[in-house]
């Protein structure tokens, strides 16, 4: 999830407008069931703009998945259909 000059850290240290957090988080003890993918885009506040948090969800046994780049999107966005979700909903998801 980063480079060999730690921009990703070095950024968000120095509070860069635009630096981005990557993190996995899920709530509780023990073994997760859902795990969230989540990014945080810094935004200075003195330009009336504020920072922005994004997150989608995924199992636990699909985390190896995503940091591999081997998750597929489009098969899971079509898996919530089927499941009836919205297309709203899996666009935003």
Known sequence: LEND???????RL?????????R???Y??????V??????????RWTGETSVKERFAIKE????DVL?????????KREML???ASQEEADDW
Do not use: M
């Open 28 to 33: 509780g003890s023990g073994d997760p069931d």
């Open 5 to 11: 000059q730690l921009e990703l850290y070095h950024n």
């Open 61 to 64: 046994n699909e985390v190896k």
């Open 24 to 26: 996995l988080r899920w």
């Open 35 to 44: 795990v969230f993918v989540e990014r945080k885009t810094h935004r200075d």
């Open 14 to 22: 120095d509070k860069t407008p635009g630096a981005i957090a990557l």
């Open 82 to 84: 089927e499941k009836g």
């Open 68 to 76: 591999g780049g081997a998750y597929l999107i489009a098969q899971k």
